[in-house]
């Protein structure tokens, strides 16, 4: 693609915008990835629509946020160009026809494959035209019984406006004919369907000829919502969703108190603008067009959909089916050997650091440490940040304990996590309510660093001391995702790091200039300085004849300086492999610029979450592990660590297992083409290898010999 010259060096880089790819695309890119998780038959088929549903999940969001943004852009008429040379006017174009056609293969496979393989194996969803006498019997009780009551149908007329339709929300555009009770004749109606109601309810079973029998809720409306307008003829019922910007407008330099009002915008967050409608796709075309001019919104945000227009609810189908031939072999987590099972945590620490390799090894130790910290006498205080944790968190429950006990508690709770906000504001009522110190950051810097900080007070040689105990981590406090994502956390009482850590919760909880710092590496002030200098180090050494490495692992690579520095590593011979999960904006391969940088992806049963930074570094081999992505917003706009494994066992078992198995894998590993596109890598002859399933069986537990 060529590009006029007055964009060839947008946003200020290095390169011709040539050289970069577009981040949206990169993001419908990755959920094709996904997208053939659930095309795969060697995927066990209830996970096949596990999948699915996780990409209906994926671009929910993606309308809520990037497609908004874009949306806003050219409302704006912003001239304005992206890294990729790219207006908003034009990426939205490019992805309004990558998103069509994306919806219209999601629905084709769960209609022509995956729901007809379930019906084989006994696992049936009924259409209304296949109802038997008595189905349709049980069905007609059950909406009488569980639906109608609350149920509340709007008939349109002036003085029975659209209503105001939330977010994501189940409706029904009903077509009438004739006249009611008052004489109004409007010809249309609205059905809400309330939350609280299942989207899938399942036939009793002696009713069903299979082994489970399920209706979609649209079904069951669709059949009987000529009982909610009485006398009049229903010409057509049509389920529609629309899906609204989710962003929320906030500006924290404005605002005095940030929690009071997150907590005023979060309501509004269900009535933002439109930005995409899906309709049935019988909806008639008239009914179409008045349901666009109700959210203002033009024909190409109009997505006519042969099922279910939310996927997302069929999320539990999985969980309800007692089948696990159909589902992934369960596995339990290993436990580290550095971690005496009967010893206190606090001694095993001190004895060394333990690295934890989430969910292959078990989140249990860092559940156990804060709970001993919480009950521990000795423990003086714990300061912890907290971005997702979930509304039932064993992990915040341990830290009200903590402050019940009298203990020096300090959380820094990030108000502005993504659709995290609501359960972040109640864990910070409830902690205020004991005592405990809550902070929400720094204003226009979310905190997005994983970081524990135990303060103890032990007897030294010299007599009494305090102590620090500290676990850095990738990935969230959450123990749910625990369960689900790759991701490394250290455990360790290193006084320099400690001291490290100290000095960030400092920074984040007072006032001052930012001091250097002895291991770490911090977003905003070193992260991706020292990133660069690292990088350009490798490309010095090449250039004069010595042994050069990068490798690197994350979700996303989108910073133009850093993917500048990668080329220009490449151009002088540094070997480069990335393993990049989701979008990457960088092209490899390309001669002359990047043919020495290598990109793969890699799609499994587990969310590969970690990051990982390696450098050879004249043989010193440096690797850190970090919370943050190569990415501007993590850069310049979020508090972010990287941190060094210093102890050479460790370190290697972090080259091995977070970097090197990814570059075995010839099973879930997609190699990216500089065009962007992306090519699944399959064994052509040799041993099959799967990273996650041979990292499943390095760290499973031991059974005692």
Not at 418 to 423: G, L, S, V
Not at 465 to 489: C, E, I, Q, W
Request: hydrophobic fraction near 40%; include cysteine.
């Amino acid at each position: 693609m060529t590009y006029p010259p007055d964009i060839a060096h947008a946003s200020g880089t290095r390169f011709p915008s040539e050289n970069f790819l577009n981040r949206e695309l990169g993001i419908l890119a990755f959920n094709r990835r996904v997208l053939s998780q659930a095309r795969n038959p060697l995927v066990p088929l209830l996970e096949r629509l596990r999948f699915l549903c996780i990409v209906s999940s994926n671009l929910d969001e993606f309308f809520e946020i990037r497609v908004a943004g874009l949306k806003e852009q050219v409302k704006l008429n912003s001239v304005a160009v992206t890294t990729d040379g790219l207006t908003a006017r034009a990426a939205y174009r490019l992805v309004s026809d990558e998103t069509h056609s994306l919806v219209e293969e999601k629905y084709a496979l769960l209609n022509d494959e995956i729901l007809p393989k379930l019906a084989e194996e006994g696992i049936v969803f009924l259409r209304r035209s296949a109802w038997t006498v008595e189905q349709r019997e049980w069905i007609k009780d059950y909406f009488f019984r569980e639906v109608m009551p609350v149920l509340t149908p709007i008939g349109l007329d002036p003085s029975h406006p659209f209503p105001r339709v939330l977010n994501k929300s189940l409706n029904f555009a009903v077509e009438l004919k004739g006249k009611d009770a008052f004489g109004r004749s409007s010809g249309a109606a609205i059905v809400q369907a309330p939350r609280v109601l299942p989207r899938v309810i399942r036939l009793p079973r002696e009713l069903c000829d299979c082994a489970y029998g399920f209706v979609f809720f649209s079904s069951v409306l669709h059949a009987f919502v000529g009982e909610l307008f009485a006398g009049m003829n229903v010409l057509g019922c049509y389920q529609f969703r629309v899906t609204r910007n989710s962003n929320l407008f906030v500006d924290e330099e404005e605002v005095k108190n940030l929690r009071a009002k997150i907590q005023g915008e979060l309501p509004q967050r269900h009535f933002g603008d439109g930005v995409r409608l899906e309709v049935a796709d019988i909806c008639s075309d008239a009914m179409a067009e008045f349901l666009l001019s109700q959210f203002n919104l033009g024909a190409t945000d109009l997505y006519r959909v042969p099922g279910p227009v939310n996927l997302v609810r069929l999320m539990q189908v999985p969980d309800w089916v007692e089948r696990t031939d159909l589902k992934f072999t369960p596995f339990r987590p290993g436990f580290p050997k550095s971690l005496h099972k009967g010893n206190s945590i606090f001694d095993d620490i001190r004895a060394g650091d333990t690295l934890l390799h989430h969910p292959y090894q078990s989140f249990s130790p860092v559940i156990s440490l804060l709970e001993l910290a919480a009950s521990d006498p000795q423990v003086a205080a714990i300061k912890m940040t907290v971005y997702r944790t979930g509304t039932d968190s064993v992990l915040m429950k341990s830290l009200i304990l903590a402050a019940q006990n009298g203990k020096e508690v300090t959380v820094i709770l990030e108000l502005m996590a993504r659709f995290d906000e609501e359960a972040n504001i109640g864990w910070a009522t409830k902690l205020e309510q004991v005592g405990a110190h809550v902070i929400y950051g720094v204003v226009g810097y979310k905190t997005h660093a994983k970081m524990l900080l135990i303060v103890r007070r032990e007897e030294g040689k010299t007599g009494s001391m305090l102590r620090r105990y500290v676990h850095l981590g990738t990935g969230n406090y959450h123990p749910k995702t625990a369960r689900l994502y790759s991701d490394f956390g250290l455990l360790t009482c290193n006084e320099e790091i400690g001291d490290d850590v100290n000095e960030v919760f400092k920074q984040l909880t007072g006032l001052g200039l930012a001091q250097s710092l002895k291991h770490l590496w911090q977003a905003p002030f070193s992260l991706q300085q020292n990133l660069l200098s690292a990088i350009q180090q490798e490309a010095e050494a090449a250039r004069s004849g010595g042994r050069s490495r990068i490798i690197a692992k994350m979700n996303s690579l989108l910073e133009p300086g850093i993917i500048s520095a990668l080329y220009e590593a490449s151009q002088a011979g540094v070997k480069i492999d990335l393993v990049v999960r989701g979008v990457c904006a960088l092209r490899p391969g390309i001669k002359g610029l990047s043919e020495n940088i290598r990109v793969r992806s890699i799609i499994g049963r587990l969310l590969e979450h970690h990051r990982v930074f390696y450098f050879y570094a004249s043989g010193a081999e440096k690797v850190y592990l970090s919370s943050a992505d190569w990415m501007e917003r993590n850069f310049f706009r979020r508090i972010e660590l990287a941190f060094p494994i210093l102890d050479k066992k460790l370190k290697r078992r972090v080259i091995t297992e977070g970097l090197q198995i990814y570059f075995a894998d010839n099973q879930q590993a997609w190699e990216m083409d500089a065009n962007g596109s992306y090519r699944l890598r399959r064994c052509a002859r040799g041993k099959p290898r799967c990273a996650q399933s041979e990292l499943i069986e390095l760290l499973k537990p031991r059974e005692p010999s």
